[in-house]
Every structure is written in C-alpha cells, then in structure tokens.
C-alpha cells in the first residue's frame, strides 16, 4: 500500500480513505476488469499459436518426454483453471442477479 500511495504521490492514509469510498472502490473495480478483460483477449487471441506450439512439441522427434510431459501438464492445469474460473464468474453472476431481484 505504502509503494502504491507513492506512486500515486498521496499519502497512504488518503489511499485507504479512498479504497473505504463505495464510490471510488466501485469505480477502480470497473477499471480493473476493464484491464483484465483487456489481457483476456489478447490471451484469447494467442491461444491458437499456443496450441500450435504445444502440438510442435508433442509431435517433434527431437524435444524429450520430459518437456513433452511438462507442457502438456502445464497446459492440461491452465485449460482446467480458465474452466474453473469461467464457471465460477458465471454462478457468481447468477447470485448478484438474486441479490438485485431481493432488493427490488
């Protein structure tokens, strides 16, 4: 906090009366989603060149089992983390959407 205060040149005791602002706290979420969706996509966007690099690899005569086996499993735990996150974004959604139906 104290190097995020600096950086933003204000002092780390109006950094923290800024991130108790519903408002504010509300706002910099926004822009960070903003942000990672933004990586998102460019990851998206990469992932065909990443599965042909894996299939380069796991068909190649000259990369040993050993990284072989590494990016595969490096892969295998990326795919599930993304599934696990997607469906995770999805039931939370779904809950947000019950909780603004019980405040109508």
């Not at 969706?37 to 599965?51: K, N, Q």
């Not at 042909?52 to 595969?72: G, P």
Request: aromatic share 4%; proline share 1%.
């Amino acid at each position: 906090m104290a190097a995020a205060a600096e950086r933003c040149e204000l002092n780390e005791r109006t950094l923290y009366r800024y991130l108790a602002d519903p408002t504010f706290r509300a706002e910099l979420r926004q822009r960070q989603d903003a942000i990672l969706g933004a990586v998102t996509a460019s990851l998206v966007g990469l992932s065909g060149e990443a599965v042909a690099t894996l299939r380069a690899l796991l068909e190649s005569k000259t990369v040993s089992d050993s990284v072989k086996c590494r990016a595969a499993l490096g892969w295998l735990k990326h795919t599930r983390a993304a599934v696990e996150l997607d469906a995770l974004a999805d039931r939370v959604a779904a809950l947000e959407a019950k909780l603004l139906e019980g405040k109508r």
